[in-house]
């Protein structure tokens, strides 16, 4: 069975820090990226950032550039994203998504990695994540 579960979520203060993990099971590791994506309420889904387990390579929203890190332990199946710097604007609900890496170079090669989150086949629950001011 595959899973993406979240955690790491919370609320903080702007200006403060989280890190955010995806625990992923069920499928070969390093065939896929993971990619992760917010939504706010009312607002659309937005993509945050990617990395390919393949090789590393690293992908950010420009939104996030400089205050998320997204990293990735092979050993433990993880990917974490380091969330600094947050600001209120940053509150949503976290998800993280498996995309097969054909399938990411497709996307890579039409113009981002986030341009067809359908394209990603796994999805988890998400998690909370809320910056007051």
């Known amino acids: 069975e595959v899973q993406l579960v979240e955690s790491g979520g919370g609320l903080v203060q702007a200006g403060g820090s989280l890190r955010l993990s995806c625990a992923a099971s069920?499928?070969?590791?390093?065939?896929?990226?993971i990619g992760w994506f917010r939504q706010a309420p009312g607002k659309e889904r937005e993509g945050v950032s990617c990395?390919?387990?393949?090789?590393?390579?690293?992908y950010y929203a420009d939104s996030v550039k400089g205050r998320f890190t997204i990293s990735s332990d092979h050993a433990k199946t993880t990917v974490y994203l380091q969330l600094n710097s947050l600001k209120p604007e940053d509150t949503a609900v976290y998800y993280c998504?498996?995309?097969?890496?054909?399938?990411?170079?497709?996307?890579?090669?039409?113009?981002?990695?986030?341009?067809?989150?359908?394209?990603?086949?796994?999805w988890g629950q998400g998690t909370q994540v809320t910056v007051s001011s």
């Open positions: 990395i390919s387990n393949n090789d590393d390579s690293t």
């Open positions: 998504a498996a995309v097969n890496i054909p399938s990411l170079d497709r996307l890579l090669y039409g113009s981002s990695w986030d341009r067809a989150p359908k394209e990603y086949e796994y």
């Open positions: 069920g499928f070969t590791f390093d065939d896929y990226a």
